[in-house]
């Protein structure tokens, strides 16, 4: 049986909101996996630079870039898309954030991607649903070597109403769900990575405090073991190399996370 992964993040989920969000199933859920309440993201915690350092496993200083504003790096360094193409892996991607799509260098890199521009349809429908079925139909269809789910919603509310706020919390309880549902579908080759990007406090996030700096981190699947809290200094710059260990391929020498499998 061939590895594959699905990487599901929460735009803006702090960890604190998991016990009180009204999704009592899913603090257990996340216990029962490899987990981390006090992982730390990059600085600043702001989305584009936190997703640039998960994807490309450098702090913000390496990659450049600071702000929501996309700008290329002077010294390149190969992202989880590009490294994984280059082993003739097949990718795909489900967003709701446009400006996601600098994540990777060359279109050809991405087998299939999807994105419902958030800011446009968000009060039509919650799109971390949207975006949830889609991602499940084509996982069951054509079973890529990495998908990478992006749920948004809890950010607009954090941003709107306030981190920790009811209608915050109510938006973190349906991103919950969306991810049980979708793990409870997928096929047994499947192993599953759950996080954010960053936290949140007031309705706002950037600074280097801890609500806004630490996010939750948990692993499913055969390399990780069950109900057991991830040891030592755990990093969003960590995911990448996971990602690579669980799939057999080598990571870009520059990459300055390691693998989560047997902290």
């Known amino acids: 049986m061939c590895n594959k ?4 993040l929460v735009d803006g989920m702090r960890p604190d909101s998991i ?3 009204g999704n009592d199933r899913y603090q257990r859920f996340f216990e029962s996996g490899n987990y981390s309440y006090s992982a730390q993201t990059t600085d600043p915690p702001v989305t584009l630079p936190c997703h640039m350092s998960l994807f490309h496993s450098v702090p913000t200083e390496r990659h450049g870039v600071s702000t929501n504003t996309f700008v290329p790096m002077n010294h390149p360094v190969n992202g989880l898309f590009e490294v994984l193409a280059q082993a003739n892996k097949v990718n ?6 446009q400006q996601l799509r600098d994540l990777y260098a060359s279109r050809n890199t991405v087998a299939f991607s999807w994105m419902m521009n958030l800011h446009n349809y968000w009060k039509e429908r919650n799109l971390d ?20 789910l992006y749920l948004g ?3 607009e509310y954090g941003h709107k109403y306030g981190w920790m706020s009811p209608e915050y919390l ?4 349906t991103a919950t769900e969306c991810i049980e549902h979708i793990v409870s579908v997928l096929p047994r080759e499947y192993s599953v990575i759950i996080t954010a990007d960053h936290g ?25 073991e069950k109900g057991k809290e991830l040891k030592g200094r755990v990093s969003i710059l960590d995911i990448a190399p996971t990602v690579t260990e669980i799939l057999g391929v080598e990571p870009d020498p520059e990459w300055e996370g390691r693998s989560l499998i047997g902290r």
């Open 5 to 8: 992964v699905l990487l599901i």
């Open 19 to 21: 016990p009180v969000c």
């Open 92 to 97: 795909a991607i489900f967003y709701s954030w």
């Open 129 to 148: 649903e949207a975006a949830t079925e889609a991602c499940e139909e084509y996982l069951l269809n054509f079973r890529p070597d990495f998908c990478f």
């Open 153 to 155: 919603m809890t950010d």
């Open 170 to 173: 109510d938006c973190v309880k």
């Open 200 to 224: 949140g406090h007031d309705r706002n996030h950037g600074d280097n405090v801890p609500e806004d700096m630490t996010i939750p981190m948990c692993c499913f699947g055969p390399m990780f």
